[in-house]
């Protein structure tokens, strides 16, 4: 188990909007390690502009186990989805999510697939919307497969896209895609939002799970607001989660200031949790 935070490699153009630590990799990595954080995940948008080798050496270097690389930017700076009535943006957010999908086996972590799913949309009926995404999500899944990469689906809140917002919606696909490395992850922001009881979500749906989102109700750090991290983090554990466990929150009042924040509620709770020194 490792306590992780996202980071936005250099490719990714600097924004409040970014939920990830920002600047160059080396400042960032440290700054964590430094911290205490075990891993990252990465938030990237154009893996061709990076130097492969050294994003892996430099976490190493600093002890961090990569995690985790998310596509949420192919849909965030890019517009690109699975499901656009275009079939030239559907194949472009393929073809660049294989590309994130060799990045990540490089560095021995698993993928997300968030925003760039697309959403339903006036051109096309709820049913080609799904086939589209089902599709998609297989191509990608047997692409990943023989390179030893998972793909995690998120759950998202209505307010970001109207597509797959439950974890009901969520298992569904899953099942439908039915690909053994193409399964789930939790944010419990998005579930907070999205689920009658987070906690019964979180019981009911862990067999899908495969990584975790962290972030309080109003997505800033943990401790900031209102969520009850220490019963989150005791039932993740009680369903037999021993995986990575990432922040993804708005950098408020600053990165610095959010990861120290994060880091110092957390750690109290993991140490409780799941032994001192176990993360």
Known sequence: MRLCYQVATPDVAIADSVTAYQGPLEKSFSDLAKLGYKGVELMTLNPSELDWDFVKSEAEKNGLKVVLV????????????????????????????????DFAAHLGANINIGRVRGQYCAELTKEQTEEY?????????????????????????????NFINTCAEGADMVDRVNRPNFRLMLDVFHLNLEEKNLFDAIRQYSPYNIHVHLADNNRRYPGHCGLDFEKIISTFKECGYDGAYTTEIFQIPSQEGAAKGAIE????????????QNY
């Open 70 to 101: 998310c596509t949420g930017e192919i849909w965030g700076q890019l517009g690109l989805s699975y499901t656009s009535p275009k079939a030239e943006v559907r194949a472009e957010a393929i073809r660049r999510s294989k590309e994130i999908i």
């Open 133 to 161: 995404a089902v599709k998609a999500f297989q191509e990608l899944a047997d692409y990943a497969a023989p390179k030893n990469v998972k793909i995690a689906l998120e759950t998202v809140t209505i307010m970001q896209t």
């Open 265 to 276: 509620h957390l750690q109290p709770i993991f140490d409780k949790v799941y032994g001192p």
